[in-house]
């Protein structure tokens, strides 16, 4: 990725951002005011520059490029755990009998393709992002960097089909903005399993920092619930962020 640089009417840089391309919409990732200059001065310019992108940026600067006609595309929250120190996350409890462990890399997608349709169905914000061609993605390490051995899946051995996936990659940059991600985390929506996606949440955070991993980051989109679910298991809010599409973007 190369960081590209907003100019002012002066010259002088106001704002960078990661150049990258999404569904062919050239993308500002990560859209930051440089140090100085005051969000509010910067987005007008940056509308103007960057008109028909779209862009990924803090709450913050996002308010104030919609003001000037900017559209929200997501919201969405990023957290982190700290693996380090004096918090250790807590050993994992006993699995149901039904219920069996597996590292996610001996694991073929095939057999979470149901259960990852049933975990986003019509209707969940996460929907339209949540394409089967993604999961075999991550999962085979070409969308997010690697897959980190860590990541899992639990399987109900009398139905032969995973029921829950935990899935971390090894994505570049240092905690607690970038570094290891939690790319998925979801499972069957039966009753039957209630809580078990907190369960082996709880078995991949322990056994990431016995692995000496030293944080693990994820986003969830606003309005799903589960972002309670991770600040129940202990992760912390770093930052509220928005897609937006500048301009005439068009879509
Ligand atoms: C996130 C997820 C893995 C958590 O699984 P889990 O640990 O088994 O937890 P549950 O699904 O039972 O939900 C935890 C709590 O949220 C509640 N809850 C479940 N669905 C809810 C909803 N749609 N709205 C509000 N609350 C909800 C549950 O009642 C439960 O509350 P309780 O503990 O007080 O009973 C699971 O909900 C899931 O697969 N969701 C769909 C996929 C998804 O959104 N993944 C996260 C992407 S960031």
Redesign the pocket.
């Known amino acids: 990725m190369n960081t590209e640089v907003v100019l002012g009417a002066g010259g002088e840089p106001i704002a960078c951002y990661e150049e990258e391309s999404r569904d062919g919409v050239r993308w500002a990732d990560d859209l930051r005011v440089v140090e100085g200059v005051a969000p509010v001065d910067a987005a007008e310019r940056i509308v103007r520059e960057l008109s028909g992108w779209g862009a990924t940026t803090q709450a913050s600067l996002g308010a104030h490029l919609v003001e000037r006609g900017a559209r929200i595309q997501r919201e969405f929250d990023t957290f982190t755990y700290g693996l380090q120190g004096i918090s250790r996350p807590v050993a994992p409890s006993r699995l149901p009998a039904n219920l069996s462990l597996r590292a996610a890399d001996t694991v073929d997608p095939a057999d979470l393709r149901a259960t990852y349709a049933a975990?986003?169905p019509v209707g969940?914000p996460?929907h339209d992002m949540s394409m089967f061609e993604d999961l075999q993605a991550l999962m085979a390490g070409t969308l997010m960097g690697p897959l980190l051995p860590t990541s899992a899946v639990l399987i109900d051995t009398e139905r032969g089909v995973g029921v829950?996936a935990v899935l971390a990659n090894d994505c570049p940059g240092s905690p607690p903005e970038e570094g290891p991600w939690i790319s998925e985390?979801?499972?069957d929506?039966a009753t039957a399993?209630?809580?078990?996606?907190?369960?082996l949440l709880r078995h991949v955070l322990w056994s990431s920092a016995e692995a000496g991993l030293p944080a693990l980051g994820?986003?969830?989109?606003a309005g799903?619930?589960?972002a309670?679910?991770y600040e129940d298991i202990g992760f912390v809010r770093t930052a509220r962020w928005v897609d937006l599409l500048l301009g005439d973007s068009g879509r």
């Open positions: 975990a986003y969940h996460d829950a985390v979801f499972r929506p399993y209630r809580g078990i996606g907190s369960l994820l986003a969830a989109t799903n619930h589960a309670q679910v």
